[in-house]
Protein backbone atom coordinates (compact mmCIF):
# COMPACT_ATOMS: atom_id res chain seq x y z
CA UNK A 1 0.00 0.00 0.00
CA UNK A 2 2.82 2.35 0.86
CA UNK A 3 3.95 1.72 -2.83
CA UNK A 4 0.82 2.67 -4.27
CA UNK A 5 0.66 5.76 -2.30
CA UNK A 6 4.19 7.29 -3.20
CA UNK A 7 3.60 6.74 -6.88
CA UNK A 8 -0.05 8.63 -6.44
CA UNK A 9 2.11 11.02 -4.67
CA UNK A 10 4.78 11.85 -7.28
CA UNK A 11 1.37 11.11 -10.10
CA UNK A 12 0.18 14.20 -8.33
CA UNK A 13 3.42 16.32 -8.20
CA UNK A 14 3.93 15.72 -11.94
CA UNK A 15 0.14 16.26 -12.39
CA UNK A 16 0.95 20.08 -10.76
CA UNK A 17 3.09 20.74 -12.87
CA UNK A 18 2.04 19.69 -16.18
CA UNK A 19 -1.82 21.43 -15.28
CA UNK A 20 0.25 24.77 -14.79
CA UNK A 21 2.52 25.11 -17.84
CA UNK A 22 0.20 27.66 -19.47
CA UNK A 23 -0.39 29.61 -16.26
CA UNK A 24 1.92 33.11 -16.91
CA UNK A 25 2.34 35.34 -13.74
CA UNK A 26 5.89 36.47 -12.16
CA UNK A 27 7.50 36.22 -8.65
CA UNK A 28 8.87 39.63 -6.67
CA UNK A 29 11.19 38.69 -4.08
CA UNK A 30 10.90 41.25 -0.96
CA UNK A 31 14.10 41.04 1.07
CA UNK A 32 15.23 44.48 2.70
CA UNK A 33 19.01 43.29 2.71
CA UNK A 34 19.16 42.77 -0.72
CA UNK A 35 20.02 46.08 -2.84
CA UNK A 36 18.69 44.01 -5.82
CA UNK A 37 14.97 43.39 -4.35
CA UNK A 38 12.59 45.14 -3.66
CA UNK A 39 10.36 46.74 -0.63
CA UNK A 40 7.17 45.29 0.69
CA UNK A 41 5.44 48.78 -0.75
CA UNK A 42 7.75 48.19 -3.86
CA UNK A 43 6.46 44.46 -4.53
CA UNK A 44 2.61 45.75 -4.14
CA UNK A 45 2.94 48.84 -6.96
CA UNK A 46 4.68 46.51 -9.63
CA UNK A 47 2.48 43.11 -8.32
CA UNK A 48 0.21 42.62 -11.33
CA UNK A 49 -3.20 40.05 -10.84
CA UNK A 50 -2.14 36.84 -10.08
CA UNK A 51 1.25 37.19 -9.27
CA UNK A 52 3.06 36.08 -6.03
CA UNK A 53 5.14 38.41 -3.63
CA UNK A 54 7.92 36.01 -2.35
CA UNK A 55 8.99 37.40 0.98
CA UNK A 56 12.15 37.40 2.86
CA UNK A 57 12.74 40.29 5.31
CA UNK A 58 10.33 42.96 4.15
CA UNK A 59 10.64 46.32 6.06
CA UNK A 60 7.28 47.54 8.03
CA UNK A 61 4.01 47.49 6.08
CA UNK A 62 1.75 50.00 8.02
CA UNK A 63 -1.41 50.81 6.43
CA UNK A 64 -1.30 48.48 3.40
CA UNK A 65 -3.74 47.71 1.31
CA UNK A 66 -4.41 44.98 -1.28
CA UNK A 67 -7.43 45.68 -3.24
CA UNK A 68 -8.71 44.79 -6.40
CA UNK A 69 -6.41 41.82 -7.24
CA UNK A 70 -5.22 38.03 -7.18
CA UNK A 71 -1.72 37.68 -4.79
CA UNK A 72 -0.05 35.11 -2.80
CA UNK A 73 2.15 36.33 -0.48
CA UNK A 74 4.14 33.76 0.44
CA UNK A 75 7.02 33.91 3.15
CA UNK A 76 10.36 31.92 1.60
CA UNK A 77 11.75 28.59 3.41
CA UNK A 78 13.45 29.77 6.74
CA UNK A 79 11.95 33.11 7.31
CA UNK A 80 8.99 34.27 9.60
CA UNK A 81 8.26 38.16 7.76
CA UNK A 82 6.20 40.42 9.77
CA UNK A 83 4.11 42.41 8.48
CA UNK A 84 2.16 45.24 10.28
CA UNK A 85 2.61 49.08 11.33
CA UNK A 86 5.47 47.85 13.94
CA UNK A 87 3.43 50.28 15.97
CA UNK A 88 3.23 49.23 19.85
CA UNK A 89 0.03 50.51 19.75
CA UNK A 90 -2.27 50.23 16.66
CA UNK A 91 -4.87 53.01 17.25
CA UNK A 92 -4.53 54.86 13.93
CA UNK A 93 -5.64 51.40 12.05
CA UNK A 94 -2.40 50.40 10.20
CA UNK A 95 -2.87 46.99 10.07
CA UNK A 96 -3.25 44.97 6.43
CA UNK A 97 -6.27 45.79 4.93
CA UNK A 98 -7.60 43.16 2.10
CA UNK A 99 -10.57 44.30 0.01
CA UNK A 100 -12.64 44.80 -3.26
CA UNK A 101 -12.08 41.23 -4.69
CA UNK A 102 -14.06 39.87 -7.41
CA UNK A 103 -15.16 36.93 -8.24
CA UNK A 104 -12.76 34.01 -9.42
CA UNK A 105 -9.81 36.38 -7.41
CA UNK A 106 -7.91 35.43 -4.80
CA UNK A 107 -5.52 36.43 -1.80
CA UNK A 108 -2.90 34.18 -0.12
CA UNK A 109 -1.08 34.56 3.08
CA UNK A 110 1.16 31.86 3.90
CA UNK A 111 3.70 31.84 6.65
CA UNK A 112 3.51 35.34 7.91
CA UNK A 113 3.27 37.35 11.16
CA UNK A 114 0.50 40.02 10.48
CA UNK A 115 -0.13 42.95 13.01
CA UNK A 116 -3.88 43.29 12.77
CA UNK A 117 -5.89 42.23 9.24
CA UNK A 118 -8.82 44.05 8.25
CA UNK A 119 -11.04 41.83 5.09
CA UNK A 120 -13.79 44.06 3.63
CA UNK A 121 -16.11 43.20 0.69
CA UNK A 122 -14.50 40.54 -1.10
CA UNK A 123 -16.41 38.11 -3.20
CA UNK A 124 -13.49 36.37 -3.90
CA UNK A 125 -11.48 34.27 -1.66
CA UNK A 126 -9.13 35.14 1.09
CA UNK A 127 -7.10 32.27 2.38
CA UNK A 128 -4.28 32.43 5.25
CA UNK A 129 -2.56 30.09 6.50
CA UNK A 130 0.61 28.98 8.72
CA UNK A 131 0.24 32.58 10.25
CA UNK A 132 -0.11 34.71 13.24
CA UNK A 133 -2.55 37.31 12.98
CA UNK A 134 -2.78 39.69 16.53
CA UNK A 135 -4.14 43.40 17.36
CA UNK A 136 -6.24 44.76 20.18
CA UNK A 137 -9.37 46.24 17.67
CA UNK A 138 -10.11 42.90 17.03
CA UNK A 139 -6.92 41.16 15.63
CA UNK A 140 -8.42 39.82 12.38
CA UNK A 141 -12.12 41.50 11.30
CA UNK A 142 -13.59 40.53 8.07
CA UNK A 143 -17.17 41.87 7.02
CA UNK A 144 -19.02 40.84 4.04
CA UNK A 145 -16.67 38.35 2.77
CA UNK A 146 -17.92 35.74 0.52
CA UNK A 147 -15.44 32.95 0.98
CA UNK A 148 -12.41 33.48 3.74
CA UNK A 149 -10.42 29.98 4.64
CA UNK A 150 -8.11 29.95 7.70
CA UNK A 151 -5.85 26.75 8.31
CA UNK A 152 -3.55 26.70 10.99
CA UNK A 153 -3.67 30.34 11.84
CA UNK A 154 -3.01 31.48 15.26
CA UNK A 155 -5.14 35.03 16.59
CA UNK A 156 -4.19 36.96 19.36
CA UNK A 157 -6.90 39.68 20.77
CA UNK A 158 -4.86 41.60 22.73
CA UNK A 159 -4.56 44.38 25.39
CA UNK A 160 -2.28 47.24 25.26
CA UNK A 161 -1.61 49.42 28.37
CA UNK A 162 -0.66 52.27 26.48
CA UNK A 163 -2.40 55.74 26.37
CA UNK A 164 -2.46 58.50 24.37
CA UNK A 165 -4.27 61.71 24.13
CA UNK A 166 -7.24 60.04 22.66
CA UNK A 167 -7.47 57.41 25.61
CA UNK A 168 -6.39 53.82 25.44
CA UNK A 169 -5.69 50.70 23.16
CA UNK A 170 -9.22 48.60 24.39
CA UNK A 171 -8.58 45.17 24.41
CA UNK A 172 -9.62 43.60 21.31
CA UNK A 173 -11.50 40.51 20.21
CA UNK A 174 -9.81 37.65 18.29
CA UNK A 175 -11.72 37.15 15.54
CA UNK A 176 -14.66 39.32 14.48
CA UNK A 177 -16.79 37.85 12.09
CA UNK A 178 -19.61 40.23 10.29
CA UNK A 179 -21.84 38.49 7.31
CA UNK A 180 -19.08 36.74 6.32
CA UNK A 181 -18.99 32.75 5.42
CA UNK A 182 -16.02 31.07 6.59
CA UNK A 183 -13.79 28.44 6.95
CA UNK A 184 -11.60 27.09 9.96
CA UNK A 185 -9.35 24.33 10.36
CA UNK A 186 -7.12 24.05 13.43
CA UNK A 187 -7.10 27.55 14.26
CA UNK A 188 -6.54 28.35 17.72
CA UNK A 189 -7.90 32.03 17.98
CA UNK A 190 -7.93 34.05 21.71
CA UNK A 191 -9.65 36.89 23.01
CA UNK A 192 -7.65 39.25 24.93
CA UNK A 193 -7.56 39.44 28.65
CA UNK A 194 -9.17 42.50 30.21
CA UNK A 195 -7.28 44.90 32.25
CA UNK A 196 -7.72 45.06 36.12
CA UNK A 197 -8.65 48.72 37.47
CA UNK A 198 -5.64 50.63 36.79
CA UNK A 199 -5.09 54.59 37.67
CA UNK A 200 -3.63 56.39 34.10
CA UNK A 201 -1.57 59.85 35.14
CA UNK A 202 -2.17 60.25 31.46
CA UNK A 203 -5.36 60.68 31.57
CA UNK A 204 -5.98 61.43 35.32
CA UNK A 205 -8.87 58.45 35.17
CA UNK A 206 -8.75 54.91 36.50
CA UNK A 207 -8.96 52.66 33.31
CA UNK A 208 -10.30 48.52 33.47
CA UNK A 209 -12.44 46.97 30.89
CA UNK A 210 -13.75 43.54 30.47
CA UNK A 211 -12.57 39.96 28.76
CA UNK A 212 -13.52 39.73 25.24
CA UNK A 213 -14.01 36.38 23.19
CA UNK A 214 -11.89 34.07 20.71
CA UNK A 215 -14.41 34.53 17.90
CA UNK A 216 -17.15 36.85 17.70
CA UNK A 217 -19.49 36.05 15.25
CA UNK A 218 -22.73 38.37 13.39
CA UNK A 219 -24.71 36.84 10.45
CA UNK A 220 -22.84 34.62 8.19
CA UNK A 221 -21.92 30.89 8.36
CA UNK A 222 -19.11 29.40 9.96
CA UNK A 223 -17.46 26.04 9.82
CA UNK A 224 -15.07 25.15 12.44
CA UNK A 225 -12.91 22.02 12.59
CA UNK A 226 -10.50 21.60 14.94
CA UNK A 227 -8.37 24.31 16.89
CA UNK A 228 -8.95 26.18 20.33
CA UNK A 229 -11.06 28.90 21.14
CA UNK A 230 -10.37 30.82 24.37
CA UNK A 231 -11.80 33.77 25.84
CA UNK A 232 -10.14 36.18 27.61
CA UNK A 233 -10.36 37.30 31.34
CA UNK A 234 -11.92 39.76 33.20
CA UNK A 235 -10.36 42.70 34.69
CA UNK A 236 -10.12 42.91 38.46
CA UNK A 237 -12.44 45.89 40.25
CA UNK A 238 -11.15 47.80 43.11
CA UNK A 239 -11.45 51.38 44.82
CA UNK A 240 -11.61 54.30 42.66
CA UNK A 241 -9.71 56.65 45.23
CA UNK A 242 -10.30 59.18 43.12
CA UNK A 243 -14.22 59.22 43.71
CA UNK A 244 -14.28 57.07 46.31
CA UNK A 245 -16.51 54.24 44.01
CA UNK A 246 -16.52 50.73 44.18
CA UNK A 247 -15.74 49.46 40.25
CA UNK A 248 -16.88 45.44 40.47
CA UNK A 249 -14.78 42.53 38.61
CA UNK A 250 -15.49 42.66 34.79
CA UNK A 251 -17.00 39.93 32.97
CA UNK A 252 -14.89 37.36 30.79
CA UNK A 253 -14.66 36.98 27.21
CA UNK A 254 -16.12 33.69 25.45
CA UNK A 255 -14.16 31.41 23.11
CA UNK A 256 -17.39 31.90 20.52
CA UNK A 257 -20.10 34.10 20.82
CA UNK A 258 -23.00 34.38 17.92
CA UNK A 259 -23.53 37.40 19.10
CA UNK A 260 -26.31 39.28 16.17
CA UNK A 261 -27.70 38.26 12.75
CA UNK A 262 -28.31 34.65 13.03
CA UNK A 263 -25.28 33.20 12.14
CA UNK A 264 -24.97 29.38 11.37
CA UNK A 265 -22.25 27.75 12.85
CA UNK A 266 -20.76 24.07 12.65
CA UNK A 267 -18.18 22.79 15.21
CA UNK A 268 -16.47 19.73 14.97
CA UNK A 269 -13.57 18.62 17.92
CA UNK A 270 -13.39 22.39 18.59
CA UNK A 271 -11.61 22.67 22.24
CA UNK A 272 -14.14 26.09 23.85
CA UNK A 273 -13.32 27.93 26.96
CA UNK A 274 -14.76 30.75 28.31
CA UNK A 275 -12.48 33.53 30.49
CA UNK A 276 -11.83 33.57 34.09
CA UNK A 277 -14.40 36.30 35.77
CA UNK A 278 -12.81 39.35 37.24
CA UNK A 279 -12.95 39.86 41.11
CA UNK A 280 -13.27 42.38 43.73
CA UNK A 281 -10.15 43.45 44.97
CA UNK A 282 -9.12 45.73 47.84
CA UNK A 283 -10.92 47.66 49.93
CA UNK A 284 -14.79 48.24 50.41
CA UNK A 285 -15.27 51.45 51.83
CA UNK A 286 -16.62 52.89 48.99
CA UNK A 287 -20.06 55.99 48.74
CA UNK A 288 -21.32 54.32 45.38
CA UNK A 289 -20.28 50.77 43.12
CA UNK A 290 -20.42 47.56 43.87
CA UNK A 291 -18.12 44.92 45.58
CA UNK A 292 -19.68 42.29 42.73
CA UNK A 293 -17.24 39.92 40.21
CA UNK A 294 -17.73 39.86 37.53
CA UNK A 295 -19.37 36.34 35.28
CA UNK A 296 -16.95 33.86 33.53
CA UNK A 297 -16.82 33.45 30.32
CA UNK A 298 -18.64 30.13 28.70
CA UNK A 299 -17.11 27.76 26.06
CA UNK A 300 -19.71 28.49 23.74
CA UNK A 301 -22.25 31.42 24.16
CA UNK A 302 -25.31 31.96 21.68
CA UNK A 303 -27.29 35.16 21.38
CA UNK A 304 -28.17 34.63 17.74
CA UNK A 305 -28.76 31.61 15.39
CA UNK A 306 -27.47 28.15 15.93
CA UNK A 307 -24.97 25.56 16.35
CA UNK A 308 -24.53 22.23 15.02
CA UNK A 309 -21.78 19.64 16.05
CA UNK A 310 -20.42 16.80 14.08
CA UNK A 311 -18.81 14.12 15.97
CA UNK A 312 -15.65 12.49 15.21
CA UNK A 313 -12.28 13.49 15.85
CA UNK A 314 -10.80 15.83 12.79
CA UNK A 315 -7.84 14.84 10.43
CA UNK A 316 -4.96 17.21 9.85
CA UNK A 317 -2.92 17.91 6.87
CA UNK A 318 0.39 19.57 6.43
CA UNK A 319 2.14 20.33 3.37
CA UNK A 320 5.48 21.98 3.18
CA UNK A 321 5.45 25.33 1.00
CA UNK A 322 6.79 26.93 -0.85
CA UNK A 323 9.20 24.32 -2.83
CA UNK A 324 11.52 24.65 -5.61
CA UNK A 325 12.32 22.35 -8.59
CA UNK A 326 13.82 19.25 -8.12
CA UNK A 327 13.18 19.87 -4.01
CA UNK A 328 11.47 17.15 -2.03
CA UNK A 329 7.52 17.84 -1.58
CA UNK A 330 6.40 16.55 1.78
CA UNK A 331 3.23 15.86 3.03
CA UNK A 332 1.42 14.32 6.48
CA UNK A 333 -2.14 13.34 6.84
CA UNK A 334 -2.85 12.68 10.66
CA UNK A 335 -6.13 11.54 11.94
CA UNK A 336 -7.23 7.90 13.67
CA UNK A 337 -5.54 5.22 12.44
CA UNK A 338 -7.00 2.74 10.38
CA UNK A 339 -9.37 6.24 8.91
CA UNK A 340 -9.95 5.78 5.03
CA UNK A 341 -8.97 9.01 3.54
CA UNK A 342 -8.70 10.53 0.37
CA UNK A 343 -6.54 13.25 -1.50
CA UNK A 344 -8.09 16.15 -3.46
CA UNK A 345 -6.28 18.49 -5.55
CA UNK A 346 -6.76 21.37 -8.18
CA UNK A 347 -4.87 24.39 -9.68
CA UNK A 348 -8.47 26.13 -9.15
CA UNK A 349 -10.38 27.42 -5.77
CA UNK A 350 -13.24 27.92 -4.69
CA UNK A 351 -16.00 26.64 -2.31
CA UNK A 352 -18.55 23.78 -2.85
CA UNK A 353 -21.47 22.07 -0.65
CA UNK A 354 -21.82 18.86 -1.90
CA UNK A 355 -24.65 16.60 -0.54
CA UNK A 356 -22.57 13.52 -0.83
CA UNK A 357 -19.53 15.54 1.48
CA UNK A 358 -20.36 17.48 4.61
CA UNK A 359 -18.05 20.10 4.77
CA UNK A 360 -16.85 22.47 2.10
CA UNK A 361 -14.45 21.58 -1.00
CA UNK A 362 -11.93 24.32 -0.81
CA UNK A 363 -10.70 22.70 -4.23
CA UNK A 364 -13.89 23.84 -6.47
CA UNK A 365 -13.91 20.89 -8.95
CA UNK A 366 -11.15 18.60 -8.14
CA UNK A 367 -8.87 17.89 -10.85
CA UNK A 368 -7.19 14.83 -9.47
CA UNK A 369 -8.91 12.38 -6.94
CA UNK A 370 -6.24 9.65 -4.82
CA UNK A 371 -7.30 7.75 -2.59
CA UNK A 372 -5.18 7.07 -0.36
CA UNK A 373 -6.42 4.02 1.92
CA UNK A 374 -6.70 4.00 6.02
CA UNK A 375 -4.23 6.00 7.65
CA UNK A 376 -1.43 3.44 9.41
CA UNK A 377 -1.21 2.64 13.03
CA UNK A 378 0.89 5.45 14.09
CA UNK A 379 -2.38 7.40 13.19
CA UNK A 380 0.08 10.08 10.63
CA UNK A 381 0.77 8.74 6.53
CA UNK A 382 3.81 10.59 5.43
CA UNK A 383 4.50 11.24 1.67
CA UNK A 384 7.25 12.43 -0.49
CA UNK A 385 7.93 13.37 -3.94
CA UNK A 386 10.73 15.19 -6.43
CA UNK A 387 8.87 18.43 -8.16
CA UNK A 388 9.78 18.18 -11.64
CA UNK A 389 10.84 20.86 -13.92
CA UNK A 390 8.60 23.81 -14.03
CA UNK A 391 9.32 24.70 -17.73
CA UNK A 392 10.98 27.10 -19.57
CA UNK A 393 9.65 30.68 -18.55
CA UNK A 394 7.49 29.50 -15.79
CA UNK A 395 7.84 31.16 -12.38
CA UNK A 396 5.60 29.37 -10.06
CA UNK A 397 2.92 26.93 -10.16
CA UNK A 398 -0.03 26.95 -7.64
CA UNK A 399 -2.72 24.45 -6.65
CA UNK A 400 -4.90 23.67 -3.61
CA UNK A 401 -4.77 20.36 -1.72
CA UNK A 402 -7.65 19.17 0.86
CA UNK A 403 -7.82 15.69 2.57
CA UNK A 404 -11.10 13.98 2.97
CA UNK A 405 -12.05 11.04 5.55
CA UNK A 406 -14.68 8.52 5.13
CA UNK A 407 -16.35 7.79 8.32
CA UNK A 408 -19.23 5.33 8.59
CA UNK A 409 -19.80 5.65 4.83
CA UNK A 410 -20.01 9.04 4.98
CA UNK A 411 -17.19 11.81 3.56
CA UNK A 412 -16.63 14.45 5.92
CA UNK A 413 -14.25 17.40 4.20
CA UNK A 414 -11.47 17.99 5.90
CA UNK A 415 -8.33 21.00 5.99
CA UNK A 416 -6.69 22.54 2.84
CA UNK A 417 -3.61 23.66 2.06
CA UNK A 418 -2.13 26.09 -0.72
CA UNK A 419 0.57 24.69 -2.04
CA UNK A 420 3.49 27.08 -4.11
CA UNK A 421 6.19 25.57 -6.55
CA UNK A 422 8.65 27.97 -7.52
CA UNK A 423 11.72 27.74 -10.47
CA UNK A 424 15.26 26.82 -8.69
CA UNK A 425 16.38 29.83 -9.74
CA UNK A 426 14.21 31.89 -7.32
Known amino acids: MQTIRALLFTALATAVVAASSAAQGAVHIVDVTDPSALSWQEALSVAADGDVILLRKPSHAGGTHILGKSLQVVADTGY???????ETCDITGQEITIGALAPGQRVVLRGVEVQGLFL?????QVWVEDSLVYDEQPALRAMYCAD????????QGMYQSVYDMYGTCWVGVGLDLFDTSAVLHDVKATGGDGLSLTYSSDLGAYMYTSGLHGIQIQGGSLWLSGGVLQGGNGGNGGLDTQWNQCIPGMDAGHGLLLQAGSPQVMLRGVTAAGG???VYVGSTDCSSGSTADGAPGFGVQVSSGAVQELSGTPIQLHVASPVREQQVL??????????PVILLASPTFGKLSLVAVSGPLLTGIPQLVLPLGPLPASGTLSLQAAVPELGAGLQFASWTLQVISIEGGQRIAGPATSLLLLDSGL
Request: charged share 10%; proline share 6%.
Open 330 to 339: TASVSGPAGL
Open 120 to 124: SNCDG
Open 148 to 155: LVLHDVEI
Open 80 to 86: EPVLGSG
Open 276 to 278: AAG
